[in-house]
């Protein structure tokens, strides 16, 4: 008996965000993550010293976004060995020509 099967691409597809929603999006997700960290009732440096650990993390992200996937740059700043920043770097780079390829709803 042969049997047909319908599979549905789960992924959804996504217009870019403008600056204001990616601003309006991060002011989100930090304010949930402090505020779930004022629940587990962790003391104000502690959450202020986490919070610091994010915006570090964001200015690494807007950094390597501006340069593009560099391995030499990715090595650097996130103490890669070459070989691993390579593989980053090609890997950032296919998503990126795949999120390009992909037309916008």
Known sequence: MAALAVVRDLREHWAPASAEELERFEN?????FV???ASAGLADGTIRG???HLDQIRSWLEEAMAKGPDPLHLAEVFGLDEKT???YADSALALLQQAAEQPSQ
């Open 50 to 52: 986490d919070v610091g």
């Open 28 to 32: 989100d997700v930090l304010s949930g």
């Open 35 to 37: 505020l779930a960290r």
């Open 85 to 87: 920043a390579m593989r």
